[in-house]
């Protein structure tokens, strides 16, 4: 028996389930994948795979709707793996260990995959009924979307002929996203030198932090634990001596990094006034955060004496400069839309190795100048530093369009359902329909979903109330699109 077998709508819960047994973080998509085709073959529905591991299936019109203009549902089949520190679990190879309380549906010690694993089992769910009225449906199932909208990119679009599109991936009901802004992906390497230095080693944790969306979240004021880590250098280093041996945090660049950790070299003599140092720094930090990341920790464990290769002076004072001036957070808010980002950038991994630093940006905007210009700033610091930067996985901004038939059905379907008014917005985050509008003219979309809480993180849940009321609201926009 599964564990939502119970949960209502109960083939949407147990497709959900089916997928969360098979390991499908971004890059390891190959099984659900083969799932999907198979899904497809066992009800003899057209279905289309390709190499960059994308899978259209194609469910025919409903009784009165074969005139209709075929409707594009669409999600994505990756999902962001995060776990708690303390939690084993390997994701290329084990199922989520999903459980559920009156409320949630969540995953024992990792994140959940509501993000997007709701839209695999809505469009599964449907394609599994004569008994939903609706118009020809083409539901693409795009791969590798939360490491750049890769899959979307890769998608040949001559293979659908609708031109509306409802996408899945949003986490908030009662919001139709018209638009969303674009982003690209910037990689910094700062050339380092190493010595051998023997003293007391000392790790450094950074945790206790909420972490998020580095889009839908930016502008909720969580503390990125990488900057904070730098500033815990920055400030240690003005207090006493000390050698930098490793540093690394984060494993997302799309994801407000929770933890971070470094490990120092210092004289054996002067630990105890370092943890007289970092407990000031840490109650300093709480005290900042009152209301929000107040849980931050900064703690520090002494190991064992020996010889340890560290960097040298130069390279230390580059990379916590690098990591003071590194820009990240919200950058510009809009003047258009009140409460919306309009830039932003976000720190989301770094890493020394043995003879250079690794830093990976997001960079977000929904003017697209500005991002290029974000770009250039961070350019600037690490050219500055001796080192170089690399961008890669571009993504177009969707523009919101004046004038959306399927939106002013959408809207006239949530009056009829919900008996109010939906909000409908832009977003900061990326959304692949960005994408599918840059590639297919005249294209009408947008993007809905239920309530999934802390997505990006272990304790990611997905609401079992709206995703009942989303799944019924699927439908009647589905029966309203004659």
């Not at 529905?45 to 203009?69: F, H, M, R, T, W």
Request: hydrophobic letters at 35%.
């Amino acid at each position: 028996m599964g564990r939502l077998e119970q949960l209502k709508p109960q083939d949407v819960f147990r497709y959900f389930e089916e997928i969360s047994a098979i390991p499908r973080g971004s890059g390891n998509t190959a099984a659900i994948r083969d799932y999907l085709v198979e899904f497809a073959g066992d009800r003899d529905l057209k279905c289309e795979a390709d190499e960059a591991g994308n899978v259209i299936i194609y469910g025919p019109a409903s009784s009165g709707y074969q005139n209709s203009d075929p409707v594009i549902l669409q999600g994505h089949i990756d999902m962001v793996c995060a776990k708690k520190t303390d939690h084993a679990h390997d994701f290329l190879t084990e199922p989520l260990e999903l459980d559920c309380d009156d409320e949630y549906v969540f995953a024992k010690g990792t994140s959940l995959g509501g993000d997007d694993g709701i839209a695999v089992a809505y469009m599964l769910a449907l394609l599994d009924t004569d008994e939903i009225p609706h118009p020809a449906l083409e539901c693409v199932f795009t791969a590798d979307e939360e490491v750049g909208l890769i899959g979307a990119a890769a998608l040949d679009t001559k293979k659908l002929k609708g031109r509306r599109l409802i996408n899945l991936d949003s986490e908030d009901e009662g919001i139709l996203t018209c638009g969303c802004a674009g982003g690209i992906r910037v990689d910094v390497i700062l050339p380092i030198t190493r010595i051998t230095q023997k003293g007391l080693p000392v790790r450094v944790t950074v945790g206790g932090l909420q972490g998020g969306h580095s889009g839908m979240e930016i502008d909720k004021n969580r503390v990125n634990a990488d900057k904070l880590l730098g500033r815990y250098l920055y400030e240690l280093n003005r207090a006493g001596a000390f050698s930098l041996s490793t540093i690394s945090g984060g494993d997302k660049d799309n994801a407000i990094p929770a933890s971070s950790k470094a490990e120092i070299v210092i004289d054996e003599d002067d630990f105890t006034s370092l943890e007289a140092f970092t407990k000031k720094f840490s109650d300093k930090v709480k005290n900042e955060n009152r209301g929000g990341d107040e849980q931050v920790e900064v703690r520090v464990e002494r190991l064992n004496v020996r010889k340890v290769s560290v960097l040298d002076l130069d390279s230390q004072d580059r990379i916590i400069t690098f990591l003071m001036h590194a820009p990240t957070g919200v950058r510009k808010m809009s003047s258009l839309t009140p409460g919306l980002v309009q830039t932003s950038s976000n720190l989301g991994i770094i890493k020394a190795g043995e003879k250079e630093f690794a830093a990976v940006l997001s960079v977000r905007s929904s003017v697209m100048t500005e991002r290029e210009y974000l770009v250039e700033e961070i350019q600037s610091v690490s050219e500055y530093l001796g080192g170089a930067i690399g961008v890669r996985d571009p993504y177009p901004a969707w523009e919101y369009r004046e004038n959306s038939p399927l939106r002013e059905t959408m809207v006239n379907s949530y009056r009829e359902f919900y008996g109010t008014e939906p909000v409908v917005n832009v977003i900061h985050a990326g959304l692949e329909c960005g994408v599918f509008h840059d590639k297919i003219r005249g294209l009408d979309a947008v993007s809905i979903g239920p309530d999934i809480l802390n997505v990006h993180t272990a304790n990611e849940k997905l609401s079992i109330a709206s995703t009942e009321r989303t799944w019924e609201y699927l439908k009647k926009v589905l029966a309203d699109l004659k």
